[in-house]
């Protein structure tokens, strides 16, 4: 059981700007939290902040529970600011996985936390190891993330917003300033390295030692051998690294926070941190002379395969999905992956509309448009085609699922067809993840089961483009939801102390009156 006192400190998390950042127990930062398979974690959460919280298990099913999933309007009403709600998460995954805000992006602000799920029975594992280290990496700005939105949606404000090149962050503390890792000879270690970041990219090396991948975002996959991690923000990896026989030299590992999306400047992007493995206290330090990034090999989303061999499924439908960003008509630009951009539902939380609307819940439009609702029917295999016509990269998580990556290449036209040999796909049998990343004028093929009712988001998981609107909604399997799951009362009531209601359409009215809906930009 855990007490979290969510609450504001202000203090420079990454040793140069002093700024208010989210914590709990007023203590920064929020400790790493660790469990085996099988318990229950209690999470008590208070709420000290003057504005409305919850917290999401990012990577967790939530099978049974889709009332937990804790996203803001959508599985649930946050916590008013005084109040406590307690998540019961039953913990039936192991791997990495991560706590974190879901309302207003806490997560950018401080809310987050790694959360390790252990094994019971080592025999599992794709190989075996003797010490677990954990590795967090994260970004971290000078300005709050609602001072980044506002900069976004403030008239007159030229956009794109001015460029930030934020720190980077290793074990909760500034890069360069990161903890030792001790490594013993001849022993092996499994390193868990998670991006809890709120926009940037982070690379991941160990110069002079073999990497083999046994785990992508709480799903073992069969060991590869890479030279390093690539990971977008919500991505996790597990890494098997067999130390060294000799302890005559000490070495580095080497984190490098970048973005490609960002114009490059020395020192801040890409921004190199090192950090010391240790064999020996006081062992010079190994040299490597650099190698270029394209001459090696990183973990991505299609060359790893999952260790139990599951194999791909075959799609029953296609749901395709094109993100673009483009001015509104309220002269502001969004990102959309279908017609119009999201926003979180004002009068009641999905997952309430889906509980109370009987067979209406099978019909996408009860929701309101801005909620960006697809409807699922239990048993049907999707294959997720997303394009990305933008010129950004982003990572997408979804909800509920570890989906099948299935493929990615470029979006060709009829003028500059896609070359078959830039075409990526599974060999053998796919990898499953909850976060892949996609290129800009890139596509990738995501298939997952709908066998977990609940209503799930879909959504870039960098901060900005989540807030500009780049976010859809899974009403997944309403009809068995409605049959086997019930919202808690506590829930309800905490929806309706704060006015909001708890049954109805997307404006919390009987049939397709959406009136009372604020007007969205076309
Ligand atoms: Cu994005």
């Known amino acids: 059981m855990l007490d979290w006192d969510v609450g504001y400190v202000t203090l420079a998390r990454d040793g140069y700007n002093t700024r208010r950042s989210i914590t709990v127990n007023g203590k920064a930062p ?28 990012h990577g967790i099913f939530q099978n049974g529970t889709s009332y937990l999933d804790g996203v803001g309007m959508v599985t649930q009403c946050p916590i008013p600011p005084g109040e406590s ?26 809310l ?3 959360l390790v799920i252990y094994d019971r029975d080592d025999s599992k594992r794709p190989m075996q190891y003797d010490d677990d280290i954990l590795i967090s990496l994260e970004d971290w700005y000078a300005n709050e993330i609602a001072h980044q939105l506002n900069e976004i949606y403030t008239l007159g404000q030229p956009f794109p917003p001015p460029l930030a090149y934020p ?48 785990e992508a975002d709480g799903i073992y996959s069969e060991p590869l051998e890479v030279d390093g991690l690539d990971m977008g923000p919500g991505q996790r990896y597990s890494v098997v690294v067999q130390a060294l026989d000799s302890d005559e030299y000490n070495y580095g590992f080497n984190a490098t926070l970048y973005a490609n999306f960002v114009e490059s400047k020395p020192g ?62 309220d002269t502001f630009t969004y990102v959309t992956l279908n017609k119009t951009p999201y926003t979180p539902p004002p009068i009641i939380p999905t997952l309430f509309t889906t509980m109370s609307t009987r067979e209406l819940a099978q019909n996408e439009t009860v929701y ?67 976060t892949f990343t996609i290129h800009p004028g890139h596509y990738v093929k995501i ?31 309403p009809d068995e939801l409605q049959k086997t799951q019930k919202i808690p009362d506590d829930l309800k009531q905490m929806c309706m102390r704060q006015g909001f209601k708890t049954s109805g359409n997307g404006a919390g009215k009987d049939g397709f009156d959406l009136s009372g809906l604020p007007p969205f930009p076309t």
């Open 447 to 477: 298939r997952f089961a709908a066998d977990n009712p609940g209503v799930w988001l879909f959504h870039c998981h960098m901060a900005t483009h989540e807030g500009m609107g780049m976010v859809l909604t899974f009403i997944e399997a």
């Open 85 to 110: 709600y307690t998540y019961e998460y039953y913990l039936h995954q192991t791997g990495t996985f991560w706590l974190h805000g879901h309302t207003s992006h806490h997560n950018a602000d401080g």
């Open 268 to 329: 801040l992007n890409p921004h190199f941190y090192t950090s010391l493995i240790q064999y020996r206290e006081g062992a010079p330090v190994k040299e490597f002379v650099s190698t270029s990034d394209d001459a090696l090999v990183w973990a991505d989303d299609v060359n790893l395969r999952a260790f139990d061999r599951l194999p791909a499924m075959s799609a029953t439908r296609t749901i395709k999905i094109a993100a673009t960003s483009k001015v509104f008509s």
């Open 112 to 114: 987050r936390t790694p």
């Open 368 to 434: 309101g448009e801005q909620t960006q609702a697809n409807v699922l029917r239990q048993g049907e295999v999707i294959e997720l085609y997303m394009e990305n016509l933008m010129i950004m990269v982003h990572s997408m998580h979804l909800h509920g699922h570890a989906f099948q990556v299935i493929e990615s290449g470029p979006v060709g036209n009829d003028s500059s067809p896609a070359s078959p040999s830039d075409i990526r796909r599974y060999r053998g049998w796919p990898m499953r993840r909850d």
């Open 30 to 57: 929020i400790p790493p939290v660790f469990a085996t398979v099988g318990d229950t974690l209690i999470l008590n959460v208070h709420n000290s902040l003057p504005v409305p919280t919850t917290i999401h298990a």
């Open 167 to 214: 720190y980077g962050l290793i074990n909760v503390v500034n890069g360069n300033d990161s903890t030792t890792i001790n490594f013993t000879p001849g022993k092996r270690y499994r390193i868990r390295v998670i991006n809890m970041g709120t926009t940037e990219w982070w690379k991941f090396r160990i110069p002079g030692h073999k990497l083999y991948v046994i």
